[in-house]
Protein backbone atom coordinates (compact mmCIF):
# COMPACT_ATOMS: atom_id res chain seq x y z
CA UNK A 1 0.00 0.00 0.00
CA UNK A 2 2.64 2.58 1.26
CA UNK A 3 4.59 1.46 -2.17
CA UNK A 4 1.25 2.22 -4.32
CA UNK A 5 0.99 5.55 -2.69
CA UNK A 6 4.75 6.52 -3.33
CA UNK A 7 4.60 5.52 -7.11
CA UNK A 8 0.99 7.60 -6.80
CA UNK A 9 3.10 10.65 -5.61
CA UNK A 10 6.16 10.42 -7.42
CA UNK A 11 3.87 10.14 -10.84
CA UNK A 12 1.83 13.42 -9.73
CA UNK A 13 5.00 15.55 -9.36
CA UNK A 14 6.65 13.99 -12.49
CA UNK A 15 3.36 15.27 -13.93
CA UNK A 16 3.55 18.72 -12.19
CA UNK A 17 7.14 19.39 -13.51
CA UNK A 18 6.47 18.36 -16.93
CA UNK A 19 2.96 20.81 -17.14
CA UNK A 20 5.92 23.01 -15.90
CA UNK A 21 8.27 22.69 -18.69
CA UNK A 22 5.70 22.90 -21.25
CA UNK A 23 3.74 25.91 -19.78
CA UNK A 24 7.72 27.59 -20.23
CA UNK A 25 7.73 26.32 -23.88
CA UNK A 26 4.49 28.15 -24.97
CA UNK A 27 5.18 31.20 -23.02
CA UNK A 28 8.80 31.27 -24.76
CA UNK A 29 7.11 30.79 -28.12
CA UNK A 30 4.66 33.39 -27.70
CA UNK A 31 7.54 36.10 -26.97
CA UNK A 32 8.77 35.06 -30.51
CA UNK A 33 6.70 36.56 -33.63
CA UNK A 34 6.43 34.69 -36.76
CA UNK A 35 7.86 35.29 -39.95
CA UNK A 36 5.72 36.40 -43.02
CA UNK A 37 6.87 32.76 -44.75
CA UNK A 38 5.81 31.36 -41.24
CA UNK A 39 2.22 32.44 -41.29
CA UNK A 40 1.91 31.85 -45.55
CA UNK A 41 3.16 28.56 -45.01
CA UNK A 42 0.92 27.47 -41.87
CA UNK A 43 -2.58 28.85 -43.72
CA UNK A 44 -3.53 31.13 -41.05
CA UNK A 45 -5.71 33.71 -43.04
CA UNK A 46 -6.78 35.80 -40.04
CA UNK A 47 -3.62 35.66 -37.94
CA UNK A 48 -5.40 34.16 -35.31
CA UNK A 49 -4.19 30.98 -34.15
CA UNK A 50 -6.81 28.26 -32.90
CA UNK A 51 -6.28 24.77 -31.29
CA UNK A 52 -7.95 23.02 -34.14
CA UNK A 53 -5.10 23.95 -36.19
CA UNK A 54 -2.06 22.36 -34.15
CA UNK A 55 -2.45 18.86 -35.83
CA UNK A 56 -2.28 20.36 -39.05
CA UNK A 57 1.14 23.01 -38.26
CA UNK A 58 2.33 19.58 -36.50
CA UNK A 59 2.12 17.60 -39.75
CA UNK A 60 3.92 20.71 -41.31
CA UNK A 61 7.09 20.74 -38.73
CA UNK A 62 7.11 17.09 -39.72
CA UNK A 63 7.74 17.69 -42.90
CA UNK A 64 10.87 20.55 -42.53
CA UNK A 65 14.32 18.84 -41.31
CA UNK A 66 14.76 18.82 -38.16
CA UNK A 67 17.98 20.28 -36.84
CA UNK A 68 18.05 18.57 -33.26
CA UNK A 69 17.42 21.03 -30.59
CA UNK A 70 13.89 21.37 -30.97
CA UNK A 71 12.93 17.70 -31.14
CA UNK A 72 12.31 17.33 -27.48
CA UNK A 73 10.26 20.38 -27.45
CA UNK A 74 8.05 18.97 -30.38
CA UNK A 75 7.06 16.11 -28.60
CA UNK A 76 6.56 17.62 -25.03
CA UNK A 77 4.07 20.41 -26.47
CA UNK A 78 2.33 17.12 -28.42
CA UNK A 79 2.24 15.14 -25.15
CA UNK A 80 0.89 18.00 -23.59
CA UNK A 81 -1.95 19.25 -26.42
CA UNK A 82 -2.85 15.62 -26.02
CA UNK A 83 -3.18 15.71 -22.26
CA UNK A 84 -5.41 19.14 -22.69
CA UNK A 85 -7.41 16.88 -25.27
CA UNK A 86 -8.23 14.64 -22.83
CA UNK A 87 -9.18 16.74 -20.12
CA UNK A 88 -11.50 18.85 -22.76
CA UNK A 89 -13.07 15.19 -23.30
CA UNK A 90 -13.55 14.51 -19.31
CA UNK A 91 -13.68 17.92 -17.77
CA UNK A 92 -14.70 20.74 -20.53
CA UNK A 93 -18.23 20.38 -20.73
CA UNK A 94 -18.89 20.15 -16.83
CA UNK A 95 -17.04 23.34 -16.16
CA UNK A 96 -17.20 26.11 -18.46
CA UNK A 97 -14.33 27.98 -16.62
CA UNK A 98 -12.35 24.90 -17.40
CA UNK A 99 -13.24 24.95 -20.95
CA UNK A 100 -11.95 28.50 -21.60
CA UNK A 101 -8.50 28.00 -19.86
CA UNK A 102 -8.12 24.56 -21.80
CA UNK A 103 -9.12 26.45 -25.30
CA UNK A 104 -6.65 28.83 -24.65
CA UNK A 105 -3.76 26.28 -23.51
CA UNK A 106 -5.12 24.41 -26.66
CA UNK A 107 -4.24 27.71 -28.23
CA UNK A 108 -1.00 28.20 -26.69
CA UNK A 109 0.44 24.62 -27.94
CA UNK A 110 -0.66 25.53 -31.38
CA UNK A 111 1.47 29.02 -31.50
CA UNK A 112 4.31 27.06 -30.17
CA UNK A 113 4.26 24.50 -33.02
CA UNK A 114 3.78 27.67 -35.41
CA UNK A 115 6.98 29.11 -33.92
CA UNK A 116 8.82 25.53 -34.37
CA UNK A 117 7.35 25.44 -37.60
CA UNK A 118 9.02 28.62 -38.15
CA UNK A 119 12.20 27.75 -36.86
CA UNK A 120 12.54 24.58 -39.31
CA UNK A 121 11.40 26.55 -42.21
CA UNK A 122 14.30 28.77 -41.22
CA UNK A 123 16.74 25.98 -40.94
CA UNK A 124 15.95 24.39 -44.00
CA UNK A 125 16.60 28.11 -45.59
CA UNK A 126 20.16 28.32 -44.05
CA UNK A 127 20.80 24.20 -45.09
CA UNK A 128 19.68 25.52 -48.82
CA UNK A 129 21.99 28.37 -48.64
CA UNK A 130 24.79 26.26 -47.60
CA UNK A 131 24.54 23.56 -49.81
CA UNK A 132 24.46 26.22 -52.67
CA UNK A 133 27.40 27.51 -51.65
CA UNK A 134 29.26 30.53 -52.64
CA UNK A 135 27.96 31.79 -55.92
CA UNK A 136 31.36 30.83 -59.22
Known amino acids: ?6 ICISVLTLLQF ?3 YCH ?3 AESRGCELSAQAWEVSGIAD ?4 GDEFKRLLQLTALCPESGADR ?3 RA ?3 YFSLLELARM ?3 WIIPAMKRWIESERGGCTYAAAVMLDRRIAYSRSLMAHQAGPPL
Open 1 to 6: MIAALI
Open 18 to 20: FVS
Open 24 to 26: SVI
Open 47 to 50: RMVR
Open 72 to 74: TRV
Open 77 to 79: VTV
Open 90 to 92: LVG
